[in-house]
């Protein structure tokens, strides 16, 4: 599927399978990119069980899923940081703002996030997203692996 025809149909109520498991979107949220100048869509999901800890992102033509996890860090931060054994190189910093919801209202217009992005340097593909929110310092962090559009299908 084209990514343009999957941005279209990946809209709030949605049931998306992504490498064959189901989730239904809950959120979409447009966030601009502060020092990039772009924007990119990010998605939560809910599996069958209820779980809400699952992002989907969309960027350019990268689609990326995560998991929530928690990983304890202090600013100002590493360049290299070490994860379940795997040495992580940060790729990125980021700030970003929240441009436009639908859905549910986790996030809402104005929201602002700092991100650090980590690459592993073992596993292509796959990284760590660690940020928190601006205002309330409330932490999201992501295990991200990079996917593609054949891993995703909508029914």
Known sequence: MKLEILLEKLKPETIVFIRSKKFKILEHIVWWQAKANENYDKYILQDEEGKKDYRLFISGDFLGFST??????????PKVLVYKGRKYNLVQDEFCVVKKTEGERVYKVGDAEIWWDYESASDEGKGLSLGRNWNTWEREDLEVEEINRKDVSIK
């Open 68 to 77: 929530i996890f928690h990983y304890e860090f202090e600013e100002p931060m």
